[in-house]
Nanobody
Framework: QVQLEVSGGGLVQAGGSLRLSCAAS????????MGWYRQDPGKAHELVAT???????NYADSVKGRFTISRESAKNTVYLQMNSLNPEDTSVYYC????????????WGQGTRVTVSS
């Protein structure tokens, strides 16, 4: 089992920055992929950014150039640095860890709300 502890989020003005952190603990295998998704009420999770255990990254087009995902493998911690935030980034952000090559397991952290005021 894997637990994901999320910190960060909050209220920021448009153009500002926030940093999210997600620390994973438990039975963690490599390779794995950690990432951030966001979800608005009534909508599906939307990928924001992911980073593999080998360091490969993937970003949603809407955040490219503004958000940076990174990880400290020794701490099983992933970060999301969010710059140039705009009101469209307002959402609940969730941390995810996906592992397993035959039987894939997905684990989710608690959501953290990011609110960007105009």
């Amino acid at each position: 089992q894997v637990q994901l502890e999320v910190s960060g989020g909050g209220l920021v003005q448009a153009g500002g920055s926030l940093r999210l952190s997600c620390a994973a603990s438990g039975t963690i295998f490599t390779p794995n992929v950690m990432g951030w998704y966001r979800q608005d009420p009534g909508k599906a999770h939307e990928l924001v950014a992911t980073i593999s255990s080998s360091g490969s990254t993937n970003y949603a087009d809407s955040v490219k150039g503004r958000f940076t995902i990174s990880r400290e493998s020794a701490k099983n911690t992933v970060y999301l640095q969010m710059n140039s935030l705009n009101p469209e980034d307002t959402s609940v952000y969730y941390c995810n860890l996906r592992q397993g090559q035959v039987a894939v397991s997905n684990f989710w952290g608690q959501g953290t709300r990011v609110t960007v005021s105009s």
